[in-house]
């Protein structure tokens, strides 16, 4: 569940061709914390299991100019029946491509300290995976940069930015728990009956091998974003193994 925030939620897109990356401007609007609430629905249940928040702002890392996103998540008693803690991540990305630069996800399980941690090697087209996950032996992976490999929170920037015609979809990889998981995002167009008084897109995200969840449910996702300055991502809906999850922006 806490994964379909970062997409929640996640939203992607993959680039048309490996080729050089189109530059895309991030306006000051889109910039800033959006808080979010998540609720689980299975027949009469209707609970909120968490509070979220993802932000965006301009930073440095190694030296040079990136956007820097965060997602956190404050899980309430319920909620941490499936996802065992609270939960936070950093992604940093180009500012002018929004091409995914470093991820860093802190874990602890059994009182033990952990890492998620990705790095992207443009130069080399290669993605390397460090995992440390006690009591697991930390594992490191590596896996092919071609324009279409993003990590779920570079991904939730990344769909706010798209252009991606109705009716049109893009093939990426989702980089989720130190594996590469295939999946196709594609644009349905506008929806005016979730949000009448609002210009929104919706997008819908396939994954082929496994779900969101870590008990692989969430396999296709929703997701509403807005059209105006701030291309903020509204809500995200996963249909799971038993009821389903849903994301909501808090005004």
């Known amino acids: ?94 500012p002018t491509t929004l091409e995914p630069v470093y991820y860093i996800n802190p874990v602890k399980k059994g009182g033990k300290e952990g890492k998620i941690e990705y790095t992207f090697d443009h130069a080399a087209k290669l993605v390397k995976s460090e995992s440390v996950r006690p009591p697991a032996a930390p594992e490191t992976v590596t896996f092919p940069l071609d324009g279409k490999t993003m990590d779920l929170l570079s991904l939730l920037q990344h769909v706010r930015f798209l252009d991606l ?17 295939s999946a196709t ?21 396939k994954m082929v091998e496994r779900g969101l969840m870590e008990n692989g449910s969430g396999k296709e996702i929703v997701v509403w974003r807005s059209t105006a300055a701030d291309r903020r991502i509204l809500a995200l809906e996963a249909a799971l193994s038993a009821g389903s999850m849903t994301v909501s922006i808090q005004e």
Do not use: Q
Not at 189 to 197: H, R, S
């Open 165 to 181: 015609g109705e009716g049109k979809s893009e093939s990426l990889h989702l980089l989720m728990s130190g594996r590469s998981v």
């Open 1 to 94: 569940m806490k994964r379909i925030l970062l997409l929640s939620l996640a939203l992607l897109s993959a680039f048309a061709s490996p080729a050089a990356t189109p530059a895309r401007k991030v306006t000051g609007e889109a910039l800033g914390t959006v808080r979010y609430e998540a609720r689980y629905n299975w027949g009469a249940i209707n609970s909120k299991v968490a509070d979220a928040t993802i932000t965006l702002e301009r930073d440095k890392w190694n030296g040079s100019d990136v956007l820097h996103s965060r997602a956190t998540i404050s899980a309430s008693s319920i909620f941490r029946l499936f996802m065992n803690a609270d939960y936070l991540a950093d992604a940093y990305l180009s």
């Open 185 to 205: 995002l594609t644009c349905e167009g506008a929806d005016p009956e979730k949000f009448p008084d609002k210009s929104v897109l919706r997008f819908r995200l």
